[in-house]
């Protein structure tokens, strides 16, 4: 029966060495932890992807302060820009991930295992929403036509819906590229998965006949306040990694908190 067992770390925000994201966040020793966590686990992830706002200002120096800080993982690692990033930076310090690709955006399928993974390059320069163009959807449309019965994990950063996170909301995907998104996936019942970044919390809602998630940053979180006028703000939450695991018939998602939690017996 054929398995796989793909992570998900999403939104580290790294800076570089030996500063403090927000001049108060340690982001690289959350990062650590979650790389720890992965390496330390019964049965090793097939691949490991990172789904956006993987440094804090897109400069060079963050990107090699992230290499640094990813190199211990021995599985293959598939990058993904976020609205914090920036494409031609990271392309210069991770010239071997070819999933980067050369052109405007950073839009890649490999498989992993049993299943087929395609990341969406959401990022739009200079602004904190994101977007997708006609020729994007026009690639996943046809992408996803090439292999109607391959069980399919969608990644992008931004969720193409509202979480009721007000300033968040704000910042997300744009209406119209939610729509044409929505349409693609529901006609597509391959796709068993679509999971976000951006949001830093654990959020889902079934979405175009399947089911949409956001995951857990692996540093800190947004605040979970649903007021419509609620403030934009970030607080310390237990951060995770999360766990796409396809048993042979389903795709099953776990979430594992990040650090050093030794499983006792029972009795």
């Given at each position: 029966?054929?398995?796989?067992?793909i992570?998900?770390?999403?939104?580290?925000?790294?800076?570089?060495?030996?500063?403090?994201?927000l001049?108060?966040?340690?982001?690289?020793?959350?990062?650590?932890?979650?790389?720890?966590?992965?390496?330390?686990?019964?049965?090793?992830?097939?691949?490991v992807?990172?789904?956006?706002?993987?440094?804090?200002?897109?400069r060079?120096?963050?990107?090699?302060?992230?290499?640094?800080?990813?190199?211990?993982?021995?599985?293959?690692?598939?990058?993904?820009?976020?609205?914090?990033?920036?494409?031609?930076?990271?392309?210069?310090?991770?010239?071997?991930?070819?999933?980067?690709?050369?052109?405007?955006?950073?839009?890649?399928?490999?498989?992993?295992?049993?299943?087929?993974?395609?990341?969406?390059?959401?990022?739009?320069?200079?602004?904190?929403?994101?977007?997708?163009?006609?020729?994007?959807?026009?690639?996943?449309?046809?992408t996803?036509?090439?292999?109607?019965?391959?069980?399919?994990?969608?990644?992008?950063?931004?969720?193409?819906?509202?979480?009721?996170?007000?300033?968040?909301?704000?910042?997300?995907?744009?209406?119209?590229?939610?729509?044409?998104?929505?349409?693609?996936?529901?006609?597509?019942?391959?796709?068993?998965?679509?999971?976000?970044?951006?949001?830093?919390?654990?959020?889902?809602r079934?979405?175009?006949?399947?089911?949409?998630?956001?995951t857990?940053?692996?540093?800190?979180?947004?605040?979970?306040?649903?007021?419509?006028?609620?403030?934009?703000?970030?607080?310390?939450?237990?951060?995770?990694?999360?766990?796409?695991?396809?048993?042979?018939?389903?795709?099953?998602?776990?979430?594992?908190?990040?650090?050093?939690f030794?499983?006792?017996?029972?009795?």
């Amino acid at each position: 029966m054929a398995t796989a067992l793909i992570a998900q770390l999403t939104d580290p925000h790294i800076v570089a060495n030996a500063r403090l994201c927000l001049n108060q966040i340690d982001t690289a020793s959350f990062l650590r932890e979650a790389v720890e966590t992965l390496r330390r686990m019964p049965v090793a992830p097939d691949a490991v992807i990172l789904t956006g706002d993987l440094v804090n200002d897109g400069r060079v120096n963050q990107y090699e302060h992230l290499r640094v800080l990813l190199a211990p993982l021995p599985m293959r690692v598939l990058l993904m820009p976020g609205n914090h990033d920036d494409r031609t930076a990271l392309r210069e310090v991770f010239p071997e991930h070819d999933e980067l690709g050369r052109g405007d955006t950073c839009d890649f399928v490999v498989d992993v295992g049993a299943v087929r993974v395609i990341g969406l390059d959401t990022l739009v320069e200079g602004e904190a929403g994101g977007d997708l163009s006609i020729r994007q959807l026009e690639w996943l449309e046809h992408t996803l036509s090439r292999a109607p019965r391959r069980p399919t994990l969608l990644a992008i950063h931004h969720p193409p819906f509202a979480t009721g996170i007000g300033h968040m909301d704000a910042l997300g995907l744009s209406a119209s590229a939610s729509t044409e998104l929505e349409r693609i996936v529901a006609a597509h019942p391959q796709v068993e998965r679509v999971t976000c970044g951006h949001l830093h919390r654990t959020i889902s809602r079934r979405w175009a006949g399947t089911v949409v998630a956001t995951t857990p940053s692996v540093a800190h979180a947004v605040a979970l306040d649903l007021r419509n006028d609620a403030p934009s703000a970030w607080n310390y939450e237990p951060p995770a990694v999360t766990l796409h695991h396809w048993n042979g018939t389903a795709l099953v998602t776990h979430q594992l908190a990040t650090g050093d939690f030794p499983s006792r017996r029972y009795g």
